[in-house]
Structures are given as structure tokens and as C-alpha cells.
């Protein structure tokens, strides 16, 4: 291993490339990474700093001073190389134009035509990073761009929009700074197994890896034939394309406990390494499953399903503070139960999280039955063992009297009304919500107005002001226009907001002629009748 300081022009220089190996993550800097790299150079150029460092790069050498493998510093090279594009679009002179374009990208001057890129970013985005960075050519639709594409086009117009009303002889003289006077580390490695060592030990340094850069890494490592690493490269790309990079940890941590059925005992890639040890020789298989679970994840966090009895749960699901109900369903839908559909499995699966959520249960309380749940899953356990296991955890008498009493300000006042409001729909209709939706007091929680004094003491004000009975639901921020006024000024403001999102049980509020405590008693009972329709485990 060699490191030694070295200027931007040394590592863009004519004779050497560099690839992106396929254990690498993809290209994640954010527009503010692009706009602090941009903006501290430029600083260090306007203050005349000599020698401005801005970390390491470093490299497996493939061919002798001509061909290397980024191990680390793909970011920071890549927003570099998109600097020198954006620096190359700006500057009209032919000289410092064509003096940059060598440095990202050669033109034969006989064929005019490019050559090989200095930079080549993953094998599925080289085209794009060719041809839109590179080759500088505009967007003209950003549809369906990848993940990765669109941090290539932002980055691009964040760095743009810094330099664009910089005037050119400044551009020019910046440009030499940042090949002359900007350095990096620069770090060559001879093989893959001291990446692979250099990899984790940067990560253990402090490095912002991901567990599953990590669990990347290791699955490269234990494949040993090149057309076994293709196939890993093809299928990983494919789990790039289900999951977002951003959220591939959170679905790992999920499917890592639809697996074990268990509380993480250490770091998720450690965990994973001993799950991979079954894989030997080869980690297609252990790719192929996390394929196969993450299209299952993809169906719930995106609510893909065609049973509109599952949309609802799934809907209602979503809702709760945590996330904890989703590894017992992927479990389900990984492994399928016979004699179990998954609208029966679901529904009692949101009976339980309701449950536990309103109870106010701790997570090791909430997280009990979910264990449970996905051991007898895993143990191909009968639908009725499973059904039965879950009803061990209910208290439907605790959950009916939370519900029942003050409903307002908890953390489910909102999910448990839009609930009962989706219930008032048959199941040919699955309302989707967006938005701000707030919850409503009928009476008022200020006993000001003439109209509310005449029909509530103090005492019954106190008692009913935050029940369920009393509550509905407004689309936009906190209802303002109704304030402390009568009700039928209520209802106008109500009705006003109701042409927005419409919620049937606020048109229901509108057709009373008047409030009054008898109303509201018995809108209560029958809002918690509902409750228990919807969330009591028989």
C-alpha cells in the first residue's frame, strides 16, 4: 500500500481511469455535500490558501498508473468531476474548455468523438453520467430517473447555480487553482482483499457506512467466480430498484427480525454475516431471498394490493407511531400460510398493534407478541396457533376504557377517528387521505360563548370536552374560522372546510339541528361501539 499527497491535476491526468467497483455503494451526496465541496474551494481559492486538502482517495491499482478501483472517495470524486463539467460548460474559451474536457472526458481530435471517461460510475448509470454530465447534454424530462440520476442532475444544477454569475476570467483562474493547488491523500492498494480490509477498517474509524454497504461488501467477498459476481451485481442492482438506498437499512432491520423473531443482540451486518455463513461458497441464494422480501416490503410500505379489505388495514397500520408490525407481515408474506389468508392474518395483526398502542404498552410489551407471531410462522405453525397466539395479548376491557375516556391530544386521537371514518365507507371504497387533517372540538374547549353557557354546566364542559363523542375531523391546521362561536357557526366554518376533503362523519356533525349533552352521550357510545367493532379480539 502506497499514500502520498497529490493535486487534482495528478489525479485527473491523461493517462489514468478510475471505476466504481460493484461493492461499491452508488453516488448519495446530497445537494448540501455538493454545496459545501463547491463553496469551501472557492473560499480557499479567495483567501489564496497554497495547499488546500480535502481528504483521501483511496484505490485498488488494476494496471500500473493507468487503471484504478475507487475504494473510498467516490463521492468526493464524483461531485469533482461534476465540477469540472460545470466549470468546462461555463468557460466559453477554447483552450481552458478543451484543457478540462481531457481532464473528464477526451475527444479523439481526428474523429472527434469521446473516449473512455476518466470517471466510470456504475455500469447503469454510465450512459446517463456520459451523456448528461460528461458530454454536458440538458435533461428534457426527469420522470423516471433513478435515484442516483437525479442526485447526478441536482448536484449538477446546485453547482451551476454557484458558478454561473461568476465572471469567466474568474472561472478560468479558479479552475487552475482547484487542478494546482487542491490535494487530496491519494491511497493504492493492490488487491481486493485490502479494500475489502481498508473498508472496514474506515468503517470501524468513524467512516458513514451503512449496514448494508457492509453487508454489500461481505457478499462480494464470499463470492469467488466472476460469473457468480456478475450475477450478484445484477440481482443487487435489481434490490436497488424494489428498495430505495436511503431506506435499505430500515428493511434489513425488518427483514432481519421476520428471520430471527428476536431483539437484535448486535450491530445488523454482524448479524447478517452469521445468516450468510448457510451461503457457502456463493451469496446468490442469500440475494434472491432478500429480493424476494423486499418486493413484499415494497407491496406494504406502498400499499400494492388488490383486497381492499388489506388496503385498509394496511392503511390504518401506517398510522401507528411505530413500525414495529411490519416484520410479523413480511414474515406472513415471505412464507405463506395455508390454511391462513392474509386479510384475516392483517386484520388481527392491527387488532393487536391498536391494542398495545392505545394501552400504551412499552416495546418490549409490543414487541413480545410480534415474536411470537413470527417464530410460529417460521415453524410453519397452523393459522388457527397463530390466530390464537395473538389473542393471548388482548385486553379488550383496558383498550375500550382508554378509548373512552379523554381521546384528545394522544397519539392516536387522529388514527382512530380516520378509522371510523374509512369504516363508514363499504368495502368498495378506500378513501386515501393527504394532507393536513386536524381533529375538531364541537364544543368548544373555552365555555365563552352564550350559546355553549345555556346548554353545559362547568362540570359537564369538563366531562365531555375531550371524548371521542365530542371530536371530528377538518382538513387543513387547526380550525381557527369555528373557534369558541355557536354551532351553527361551527357548521358553516365545518362545511367550508369540508368542501376540501370531505369526512362523512363531519357531514353527520352538520345535519344536527343542535349540540346538546344528550347528543353527544350518544355519539360517544356509538363512536366506541365502532371502536370495539373494529379493535376487540373475541
Not at 200 to 209: E, H, I, K, M, W
Request: charged content about 30%.
Amino acid at each position: 500500500m502506497k499514500a502520498e499527497e497529490s493535486k487534482l491535476t495528478s489525479v485527473f491526468a491523461d493517462s489514468k481511469t478510475y471505476e466504481i467497483p460493484r461493492y461499491q455503494r452508488p453516488y448519495s451526496w446530497t445537494e448540501s455535500n455538493a454545496y459545501e465541496l463547491i463553496n469551501d474551494m472557492f473560499e480557499a481559492f479567495e483567501n489564496s490558501e497554497n495547499e488546500y486538502f480535502i481528504g483521501s482517495i483511496i484505490t485498488i491499482e488494476i494496471e500500473k498508473d493507468k487503471k484504478f478501483e475507487i475504494v473510498d472517495g467516490q463521492q468526493r470524486l464524483t461531485t469533482l468531476t461534476i465540477i469540472l463539467a460545470k466549470l468546462r460548460d461555463l468557460i466559453i474559451g477554447d483552450a481552458a474548455k478543451n484543457e478540462l474536457q481531457k481532464r473528464i472526458l477526451p475527444i479523439n481530435v481526428f474523429t472527434e468523438t469521446p473516449e473512455t471517461p476518466r470517471l466510470l460510475v456504475r455500469q447503469q448509470d454510465q450512459y446517463f453520467f456520459k451523456k448528461h454530465i460528461l458530454m454536458g447534454e440538458s435533461l428534457k424530462d426527469s420522470t423516471d430517473l433513478s435515484e442516483t440520476q437525479l442526485k447526478f442532475i441536482n448536484n449538477s444544477e446546485i453547482i451551476n447555480k454557484y458558478l454561473k454569475n461568476i465572471d469567466e476570467k474568474t472561472l478560468m483562474k479558479f479552475s487552475n487553482y482547484l487542478l494546482e493547488h487542491v490535494y487530496v491523500v491519494y491511497v493504492k492498494t493492490d488487491s481486493f482483499q485490502s479494500a475489502y480490509r481498508l473498508f472496514n477498517v474506515l468503517n470501524a474509524r468513524g467512516l458513514s457506512l451503512s449496514n448494508a454497504d457492509l453487508i454489500k461488501n461481505k457478499l462480494f467477498d464470499i463470492t469467488k467466480e466472476d460469473y457468480h459476481l456478475d450475477i450478484l451485481e445484477e440481482k443487487w442492482n435489481e434490490f436497488e430498484e424494489i428498495v430505495p438506498i436511503s431506506n435499505h437499512d430500515v428493511f434489513l432491520s425488518h427483514h432481519r427480525t421476520s428471520l430471527k423473531g428476536d431483539k437484535q443482540s448486535q450491530v445488523l451486518h454482524k448479524e447478517f454475516e452469521v445468516y450468510l455463513n448457510k451461503y457457502s461458497g456463493t451469496s446468490i441464494g442469500f440475494i434472491e431471498d432478500i429480493i424476494r422480501s423486499a418486493k413484499n416490503y415494497r407491496r406494504i410500505t406502498s400499499t400494492e394490493f388488490e383486497d381492499n379489505r388489506v388496503r385498509r388495514f394496511i392503511s390504518s397500520l401506517s398510522k401507528v407511531s411505530h413500525d414495529e408490525w411490519i416484520p410479523p407481515l413480511l414474515c406472513f408474506m415471505n412464507n405463506k400460510i395455508k390454511d391462513l389468508d392474509l386479510a384475516t392474518f392483517i386484520q388481527y395483526l392491527d387488532k393487536i398493534t391498536y391494542q398495545s398502542w392505545v394501552r400504551r404498552l412499552g416495546k418490549t410489551q409490543r414487541n413480545t407478541v410480534y415474536y411470537n407471531v413470527i417464530n410460529l410462522i417460521n415453524k410453519e405453525a397452523s393459522g388457527a396457533d397463530i390466530l390464537n397466539k395473538i389473542k393471548e395479548y388482548k385486553n379488550n376491557e383496558e383498550f375500550i376504557s382508554f378509548i373512552s375516556g379523554d381521546l384528545y391530544g394522544t397519539q392516536y386521537a387522529a388514527a382512530v377517528l380516520l378509522r371510523i371514518e374509512q369504516e363508514m365507507q363499504d368495502l368498495s371504497v378506500n378513501k386515501i387521505f393527504e394532507g393536513t387533517i386536524s381533529v375538531e372540538h364541537i364544543l368548544p374547549q373555552k365555555l365563552n360563548n352564550q350559546y355553549w353557557k345555556e346548554r353545559f354546566t362547568e362540570e359537564e364542559h369538563k366531562n365531555f370536552i375531550h371524548k371521542l363523542g365530542n371530536l371530528t375531523l377538518l382538513s387543513g391546521r387547526k380550525n381557527s374560522s369555528a373557534q369558541n362561536y355557536d354551532f351553527d357557526k361551527k357548521k358553516d366554518a365545518y362545511n367550508k372546510k369540508n368542501k376540501n376533503v370531505s369526512f362523512d362523519m363531519t357531514k353527520e356533525v352538520c345535519d344536527v339541528k343542535d349540540w346538546t349533552k344528550n347528543i353527544i352521550e350518544k355519539r360517544q357510545q356509538e363512536l366506541v361501539n365502532k371502536v370495539a367493532e373494529i379493535w376487540a379480539l373475541d
